[in-house]
């Protein structure tokens, strides 16, 4: 007899066996009953497991306190924006790494806010306290459960500014800010601009602590430390500070050009052919005016010098500054040096014979120095000579 056949003879068996005994009918009917009843239990006990919110925030919690920051990521609500370089898993788990709470110290608790509803839940880890809302996306899977999102709150900050000089580069966290992470901005009308700084606007960054860098070609690298949140999102760097050594390099320059304009003007050379010959732009008005002074203390009506020498150079520099007109880095250098000089000069008694003399005295040349188009340019230039031979 097959295996098929004998398994229908024992259910027409047990269907006989029932109609011969009420009693055990009644008794199969209420274990039908009971098994019908603990299976719907079983699924609402189910179904509402798994669609309770707290669970959710409970299971988010937990990957957040044993540092799954990968899995924690995942339960956040979708980026409808996409995710950049200052919105995803990498910053998110920086950030939460400082906020200390992959710690058995880290407490969750759930309460409802009177603004927000139910389905708030805070965790709070002592140093930080992280709080979420949890909602439905109106989906479902299975068609039973629902799905859920997790809403950090004050946990994103919009429209952070950041402004820095224009010939600087900036970055956060390292990752450099330009067209692809920021919009750049030399007129900003949301935050205020010197002449000289530009503003780098991020849509959107993940609230927490930031480095900032600011850095340039001749300039020290700038770094401070901030805390990017939802109130306090405006970052305004300082005012750049030269590599050491720039000012003493331009400065060890200068005692050749001042040498170089002394000959010119002993040759009696114009200011145009003087400037060129010391490698420097052409004069402006003052600075011409300026060179012909220098060209008058070097000639002699009644007489000529027959050694002039200039030593002891020493510079010094206040610092600098950003043009407010042109948006430039300028600093001021001032050349201190000794003149000495010999020089022949008719006798004004007899006017019959020359006399020597030899003087010494203090010169001194005030200029400024413009960074400009990756090189450093010498302008508004006055010179005192400290010759006196008259």
Request: glycine residues 8%; proline residues 2%; aromatic residues 14%.
């Amino acid at each position: 007899m097959s295996e098929k056949q004998e398994n229908g003879m024992q259910n027409q068996s047990v269907q006989n066996e029932k109609k011969r005994n009420p009693g055990l009918r009644l008794v199969i009917f209420l274990l039908e009953l009971i098994v019908l009843i603990a299976g719907i239990a079983g699924s609402a006990i189910m179904i509402k497991h798994y669609n309770d919110p707290k669970r959710v925030a409970d299971q988010y919690f937990s990957a957040l306190k044993e540092g799954d920051y990968a899995t924690a990521y995942s339960y956040l609500q979708p980026q409808e924006a996409g995710e950049s370089d200052f919105v995803n898993v990498n910053v998110y788990a920086a950030v939460m790494e400082k906020y200390g709470f992959a710690d058995e110290a880290a407490d969750a608790v759930g309460r409802t806010d009177e603004q927000l509803g139910e389905g708030v839940y805070v965790l709070d880890a002592g140093r930080g306290a992280h709080t979420v809302q949890v909602l439905e996306t109106g989906k479902k899977r299975l068609f039973f459960f629902k799905e859920y999102e997790v809403c950090p709150l004050d946990f994103y900050a919009e429209d952070v500014y950041i402004t820095a000089p224009k010939m600087m580069t900036v970055s956060v966290n390292g990752i450099t800010l330009n067209e692809s992470n920021s919009t750049r901005d030399d007129d900003s009308t949301e935050v205020y601009l010197n002449a000289y700084e530009t503003a780098y606007r991020i849509d959107r960054m993940i609230a927490g602590d930031y480095r900032i860098q600011v850095s340039g070609d001749v300039f020290q690298t700038y770094t401070e430390d901030v805390t990017v949140n939802t109130y306090y999102n405006v970052f305004v760097m300082d005012l750049p500070v030269l590599q050491e050594g720039t000012m003493d390099q331009i400065a060890g320059k200068v005692p050749e050009i001042v040498k170089s304009l002394y000959q010119s003007a002993l040759n009696g050379e114009d200011a145009q052919t003087a400037f060129a010959a010391a490698g420097l732009q052409a004069p402006t008005e003052g600075e011409q005016s300026c060179y012909d002074g220098l060209v008058e203390d070097l000639t002699i009506d009644d007489g000529y010098f027959t050694r002039l020498e200039l030593a002891d150079f020493e510079a010094s520099s206040y610092g600098g500054w950003f043009d407010w007109d042109t948006g430039e880095y300028r600093n001021d250098i001032t050349l201190g040096y000794t003149t000495s000089y010999d020089y022949d000069v008719l006798d004004w008694w007899t006017e019959s014979y020359y006399e020597s003399k030899e003087e010494s005295y203090n010169g001194y040349f005030d200029c400024e120095v413009v960074y400009r188009n990756g090189e450093w340019v010498i302008e508004d230039i006055y010179l005192n000579s400290g010759v006196y031979a008259w």
